[in-house]
C-alpha cells in the first residue's frame, strides 16, 4: 500500500490512513530539498519528506508574517486632482518600498515618530504648461507632470539614516508605478510616512506576489499500448508530460502537470491505462518576490519567524 | 462622621473604576493553562496564535507517544484565542507540550539546514 499516494476518485480523496509516531532523527535523514530554478524575484524548490501542516504553516507566514516597510500615513497639503485623498493614500500604500525591515521597529500608537520606526517621503508634482509649445504637440509635451510616476518619490532621510543606507538608499521597487495624472494647474503636494508591518495586518505589507506549492503528481501507464495509442496519449496531454522514446512511452516531465485530467478523461479512452495520483509529503514551493527581500531570503525569512514564535512558548 | 467618610470612600472607587481602560483587544501573545489541578488533561490557551502555529503543533503533538487526545480550535474570530486541547497519560501535559514546541523548533532548523545547503547546490 503506497501511503504517500493520495488517489482521486471522481469527486473524492482516498488516502490509506496509517498513523505514525513523528521520530525527529527519521525526519532529518530523509527530507531532501532541491531547488528546480532561482532568480532574485523568483524560486522555485521542491521539499520532499514532510508534512502538509509543517509545509502549509511555512506558505501562511510567507504571505502574512514576514515583515516590510510601506507607506502608512499619508499627510496631504495639496491634491487639486481628479484623484481622492483616501484613493491617492491607498494607492501610494500599495507601492513597495525597497528599504531593510530588520533595520526598523514596529511602532506603537502612543510612540512618536522617529528614525527608528518610520521612513519620510515627499511627493511633489504641479502640471503646469511649457514654454514654446504649441496646441498640436501631445498633451506630454504641453504639460509637465502630466502623469505622476512613483519616482517622484523623494526620500526625505531622517538621524543616522543617510548613513546607514547610504550603499541601498531609500527608494521604491519601480519608478513607473503610475500614481495619478494631472492636467492644467492641478497639483499634489504630500508628505509620506513608512511604518513597518506584516501582510496579516494590511496585504501592502506582504513581501511576496504571491507564495504557493502543490503536490508532485505521480502518473503511472498501467497497462502496454501500441503505438498509435501511444502517440495519441502523447498528443493528448498539453503540459507534454508524457513522451515517446523507442517504442515505449514514459512520463518525461511529471512536474510539469496542472491535474487538467484529459489523460484519464472517459471520452478520450485511456483512463483505465493511465493511472493520476498525488504524493502527499512532496510539496513543489514557488515563491515570487514583490522586490523587498530576495526570493530565497523569504523562505529563510519565514523558517526564522516559524522559529521564533515557537520559542516564545518554550520554558526551560 | 463615620457614614459620611464610608460614603466619601465609596465614590472614590467608583472613579477609579470607570477611568481604568477597558481592553478591547488583546493584541500581545501569550499562552494561559486552564485546568491547572490535573497533571495530564487542560486546554492551553494561546493569545495571538493561530492556524499556522496550531496545526503543526497539533501534529507533531498527536504523533507523540504518551499522548491520548490532542486538537485545537479557533473559537471566534473576533477573540484573539486559539484553545488547544491536550490530554496525556504517563507525563504531565506541561512536559509533553513542551517537548512538542522543543520539536516544532528542531524542525525549523533541521529545515533551515537544508534549504542552506541546497542553495550551496545550485
Excluded at chain 1, 30 to 38: A, H
Excluded at chain 1, 47 to 59: E, G, Q, T
Excluded at chain 1, 81 to 86: A, G, L, R
Excluded at chain 2, 23 to 43: C, R, V, W, Y
Amino acid at each position: 500500500m503506497d501511503y504517500h499516494k493520495l488517489q482521486f476518485k471522481e469527486d473524492q480523496i482516498m488516502k490509506p490512513f496509517k498513523q505514525e509516531r513523528f521520530n525527529i532523527k527519521q525526519f532529518q535523514r530523509d527530507l531532501e530539498i532541491n531547488i528546480l530554478s532561482k532568480t532574485d524575484e523568483k524560486i522555485v524548490f521542491e521539499i520532499i519528506n514532510i508534512d502538509a501542516p509543517i509545509a502549509n504553516s511555512l506558505r501562511r507566514i510567507m504571505i502574512a508574517e514576514i515583515p516590510t516597510m510601506a507607506i502608512h500615513k499619508v499627510q496631504v497639503i495639496q491634491n487639486t486632482s481628479v484623484i481622492p485623498d483616501e484613493v491617492l493614500a491607498h494607492r501610494l500604500g500599495l507601492i513597495p518600498i525597497i528599504a531593510d525591515p530588520l533595520q526598523f521597529i514596529e511602532k506603537d500608537d502612543q510612540e512618536e515618530y522617529n528614525e527608528l520606526n518610520s521612513i519620510d517621503f515627499t511627493l511633489v508634482a504641479k502640471c503646469e504648461k511649457k514654454p514654446n509649445s504649441k496646441h498640436d504637440d501631445p498633451i506630454e509635451q504641453q504639460y509637465t507632470n502630466t502623469t505622476v510616476y512613483s519616482s517622484s518619490l523623494i526620500w526625505q532621510p531622517k538621524g543616522q539614516q543617510a548613513k546607514l543606507f547610504a550603499a541601498n538608499p531609500i527608494r521604491p521597487v519601480h519608478s513607473n508605478i503610475i500614481i495619478a495624472k494631472l492636467r492644467e494647474n492641478q497639483e499634489l503636494n504630500l508628505r509620506l510616512i513608512c511604518e513597518k508591518g506584516v501582510g496579516k495586518r494590511h496585504a501592502k505589507w506582504s513581501p511576496v506576489c504571491t507564495a504557493f506549492y502543490k503536490l508532485m503528481p505521480s502518473i503511472t501507464i498501467k497497462n502496454q499500448l501500441d503505438a498509435q495509442r501511444q502517440e495519441k496519449l502523447a498528443s493528448l496531454c498539453p503540459m507534454k508530460v508524457f513522451g515517446v522514446k523507442g517504442n515505449q512511452i514514459k512520463v518525461v516531465n511529471p512536474r510539469n502537470c496542472t491535474t487538467c485530467r484529459e489523460c484519464v478523461r472517459e471520452a478520450n479512452g485511456f483512463e483505465k491505462d493511465v493511472e493520476l495520483n498525488k504524493i502527499d509529503n512532496h510539496f513543489i514551493f514557488s515563491i515570487e518576490s514583490v522586490g523587498q527581500y530576495e526570493a530565497k531570503d523569504i523562505m529563510l525569512q519565514a523558517i526564522e519567524v516559524f522559529r521564533s514564535k515557537v520559542q516564545l512558548y518554550i520554558k526551560e | 462622621m463615620n457614614s459620611s467618610e464610608s460614603e466619601d470612600q465609596d465614590v472614590n472607587i467608583e472613579e477609579e473604576e470607570l477611568s481604568k481602560p477597558i481592553i478591547l483587544a488583546q493584541a500581545t501573545k501569550g499562552m494561559e493553562i486552564q485546568e491547572h489541578s490535573d497533571p495530564f488533561n487542560g486546554t492551553f490557551v494561546f493569545f495571538d496564535e493561530d492556524h499556522t502555529l496550531g496545526n503543526s503543533l497539533r501534529y507533531i503533538l498527536a504523533n507523540q507517544p504518551n499522548v491520548e487526545f490532542c486538537g485545537y480550535s479557533l473559537p471566534h474570530p473576533s477573540e484573539n484565542k486559539m484553545n488547544m486541547r491536550l490530554q496525556t497519560v504517563n507525563e504531565t501535559k506541561e512536559k509533553i507540550m513542551n517537548d512538542g514546541l522543543k520539536c516544532l523548533s528542531q524542525i525549523c532548523d533541521i529545515i533551515e539546514d537544508k534549504f542552506k545547503k541546497a542553495l550551496e547546490n545550485k
